[in-house]
């Protein structure tokens, strides 16, 4: 069983920028590819970033294309959404999700029901 925690969610002014991070527990974080999903009030889920388990491979949402950047540092178990100039359409729940198994390092995942475990959600709000 893998657990995932979100943190680094809070109170942004329109232009700011928050980092957002998962730490994962487990000692096969390495092989997992990881995502980040959002739900604003009233929305469907809907997917932001994906990272494959390498690192190496990266795919964003469009509205997101340019100002946010998923990551990962493998020797802490986290995974990482930096984003920038926040809009206040980036208001939401912001959850981490993790993939048990890939057939490759590079294979990347955008769909919410291709994850196997999710964090909790933290709070990210844009004011304008």
């Known amino acids: 069983q893998v657990q995932l925690v979100e943190s680094g969610g809070g109170l942004v002014q329109a232009g700011g920028s928050l980092r957002l991070s998962c730490a994962a527990s487990?000692?096969?974080?390495?092989?997992?590819?990881m995502g980040w999903f959002r739900q604003a009030p009233g929305k469907e889920r809907e997917f932001v970033a994906a990272?494959?388990?390498?690192?190496?491979?990266?795919y964003y949402a469009d509205s997101v294309k340019g100002r946010f950047t998923i990551s990962r540092d493998n020797s802490k178990n986290t995974v990482y959404l930096q984003m920038n100039s926040l809009k206040p359409e980036d208001t939401a729940v912001y959850y981490c999700?993790?993939?048990?198994?890939?057939?490759?390092?590079?294979?990347?995942?955008?769909?919410?029901?291709?994850?196997?475990?999710w964090g909790q959600g933290t709070q990210v709000t844009v004011s304008s």
């Open positions: 999700a993790a993939r048990q198994f890939t057939l490759s390092s590079g294979n990347y995942y955008v769909r919410s029901y291709d994850y196997d475990y």
């Open positions: 990272l494959s388990r390498s690192g190496a491979i990266t």
């Open positions: 487990g000692r096969t974080f390495s092989t997992y590819p």
